[in-house]
C-alpha cells in the first residue's frame, strides 16, 4: 500500500508540473480601470477623468520578457480657461508594447512600455488619428486563480491638440487597477 500510495502521489506530482507550463504558455486576458490624469497643455484645459483597459498578453514561463496589446478608452472633463467652457476629451488608443517582468514572484514589479495608434476627440471637434508612445511602472499580485495588477503609464499622443507648427502632443498618466485570466 504505500509504494502504491508514492506511485500515485509521484505520477499526480509529474501532471501536476507538467500542466503547470502548458497553462502558463496560453496569452492573458486583462481587464482594468482607473482614473487618468492630464498633463502640460491637456492639463491647462481637461480635468483629470477615467479610462477602461481590456489587454491580451503572453509571457513564456520563467522568461522575464513578454509582449502585451492594449485597448484603452480615456474621458477627461473639460474645465475652461478664462471664463470659456471646455468640452470633454477623449481618446480611444490601441498599442503594442514589451513588458519586462520579475517571474516567479508572489508580487511581481515589471516595466512596460510601447508604440500605439491614438484617435483623440474635444467635445464638438473632429477626431484625429495619432501615433504615440508610453512607458510605465507596475505591480502584479498573484491571487488564486488570476492575478490582479496596479500600473501608471506615461502615454504621449503625438500632434493630438491640433497644432501643426508647433508639434503639440496630448500628455497624460492613467493609474490602472485590473485583473488578468
Not at 473639460?78 to 508580487?107: H, K, M, S
Not at 483623440?120 to 502584479?140: C, M, Y
Not at 502615454?155 to 485590473?178: I, Q
Amino acid at each position: 500500500m504505500p509504494r502504491t500510495l508514492s506511485t500515485l502521489l509521484a505520477a499526480t506530482a509529474a501532471l501536476a508540473l507538467a500542466a503547470a507550463p502548458a497553462a502558463a504558455q496560453r496569452p492573458q486576458i486583462s481587464l482594468g480601470g482607473g482614473a487618468t490624469f492630464p498633463l502640460d497643455d491637456l492639463g491647462d484645459v481637461q480635468d483629470a477623468g477615467w479610462h477602461g483597459l481590456v489587454a491580451m498578453g503572453y509571457r513564456p514561463p520563467l522568461f522575464p520578457l513578454g509582449f502585451r496589446i492594449d485597448g484603452m478608452y480615456h474621458q477627461l472633463g473639460g474645465q475652461g480657461v478664462g471664463g470659456v467652457a471646455a468640452g470633454d476629451f477623449r481618446t480611444i488608443a490601441v498599442t503594442g508594447n514589451v513588458v519586462l517582468e520579475a517571474p516567479a514572484l508572489a508580487v511581481r514589479p515589471y516595466v512596460i512600455g510601447g508604440v500605439g495608434l491614438y484617435n483623440t476627440k474635444f467635445e464638438g471637434a473632429e477626431g484625429r488619428s495619432n501615433v504615440g508612445f508610453n512607458a510605465g511602472v507596475g505591480l502584479r499580485f498573484h491571487l488564486l486563480d488570476f492575478d490582479s495588477f496596479v500600473e501608471a503609464r506615461y502615454h504621449t499622443a503625438l500632434d493630438a491638440l491640433g497644432s501643426t507648427e508647433d508639434g503639440r502632443a496630448a500628455r497624460y498618466v492613467p493609474v490602472t487597477f485590473g485583473i488578468s485570466f
